[in-house]
């Protein structure tokens, strides 16, 4: 794979953090490589913001080692923060400044060398905050105050840019300008940001590590998270025919890993929910196995597994299993196999939590 070749920008290795008695980060290693955008994803609580503080040497690990560039974070403190633009969840926003006086305060502050007017001319035309050059940033909105927030991080061209949980009390117009805004940055540095909304690193990130109570639970390219949710596997049928022989048909059907009666009808159809092995499409064998029982198939929707699926299936696992998912540098063949065992597990741990109520762990997202 290309990405063996690329720089390593940000290598954590072994990371711990013990807050008194509390382990809020514990063994973490994972690489970003040059131009890679890591979503760290993971429940309030999981220890993203602290692994995010130690990054940036805001706060001391209680041991491993973080390194930016190449540089430690601790040995080299001053080398590695030039490498760093970092927004953090509060962003430090001196509220009486225009947001002139406090990117030309934050330029002198990181000792910039680029032409002033240019790069921070550059960086508004970026994060589209022209028109309130020269107003106070406390009569700013949210969505302002964020993407000056992100000026700040920008100044001084850093390779790496690490935002903790950028879009927070956005609202969802300013949610899809900040994304693609973090997508477009994308493209000139390497990126890791923190969040605990799901759909945010699908729709930004290259990579997901997910995180929960301080430990790695899965480290997964974006595209094989997506291939899992996307997965023609889940659908609700309506059936014309006998309800009980119906739904042990279903149950026996060589594909079918999961078939429930629902409580709705259409017209004298039942309704069930059915769900397939992975790999297998069971549509046209279904269509097929009902017409020789002259049971008449007249619905099929495909239901999908979402993201909340998918997070609950691997935390799920990796409280029996640790770590089980950290991805090594694998050849295209175990990446494969690693991906399908993923979707399977997914959707194994889905199919027994559904009907459950997930929405607790996901309380604040945006929706
Ligand atoms: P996240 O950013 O994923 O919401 P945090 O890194 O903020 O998670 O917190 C991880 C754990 O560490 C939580 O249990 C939190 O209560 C605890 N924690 C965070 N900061 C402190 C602190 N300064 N003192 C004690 N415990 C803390």
């Known amino acids: ?137 406390k009569n700013l909105s949210k969505g302002y105050r964020q993407r000056v927030g992100i000026a700040q991080a920008l100044i001084g061209s850093p390779e790496v840019i690490i935002f903790d949980e950028p879009t927070v009390g956005l609202d969802p117009k300013q949610i899809i300008e900040v994304r693609n805004l973090l997508r477009n940055l994308g493209k000139e540095h390497t990126v890791i940001l923190s969040t605990h909304i799901l759909q945010e690193v699908q729709a930004v990130c290259d990579r997901i590590v997910i995180i929960n109570k301080g430990r790695i639970v899965a480290d997964e390219l974006t595209e094989n998270i997506t291939r899992a949710v996307n997965q023609n596997r889940r659908f609700t049928v309506k059936i014309c025919g006998p309800q009980a022989e119906v739904l042990s048909l279903l149950r026996q059907k060589p594909g079918i890993v999961y078939a429930e009666v629902l409580a709705q009808r259409d017209g004298d159809a039942y309704c069930y929910n059915i769900e397939s092995e992975v790999g297998i499409d069971i549509r046209k064998s279904l269509f097929y196995s009902l017409a020789e029982k002259n049971w008449p198939l007249i619905g099929i929707e495909a239901l999908g597994m979402n993201l909340e699926d998918v997070f609950i299936a691997i935390v799920d696992q990796s409280t029996a299993s640790r770590a089980r998912y950290t991805r090594k540098e694998q050849s295209p063949s175990r990446e494969r196999s690693a991906e399908t065992e993923f979707a399977k597990n997914a959707t194994e741990s889905a199919a027994k939590k559904r009907g459950s109520d997930y929405s607790t762990l996901f309380d604040d997202d945006e929706s």
């Open 1 to 137: 794979m290309e990405r063996k070749l690329l720089k390593t920008m940000i290598k954590i290795d072994h990371l711990v953090k013990n807050y008194g008695s509390n382990c809020a980060v514990d063994d973490i290693s994972f690489e970003v490589k040059k131009g890679e955008i890591v979503g760290l994803l993971g429940p309030n609580g999981a220890g993203k913001s602290t692994t995010m503080n130690i990054l940036t040497g805001y706060l001391s690990a209680t041991s491993g080692s973080v390194s930016i560039a190449g540089f430690d974070v601790l040995d080299n403190p001053m080398e590695a923060k030039k490498h760093i633009g970092y927004l953090p969840e509060q962003p430090p926003l001196y509220l009486d400044m225009t947001v002139e006086e406090y990117l030309i305060f934050n330029y002198n502050l990181k000792n910039c060398k680029l032409d002033r007017d240019n790069h921070l001319e550059e960086i508004c035309e970026v994060v589209k905050i022209k028109d309130v050059y020269k107003r106070l940033i």
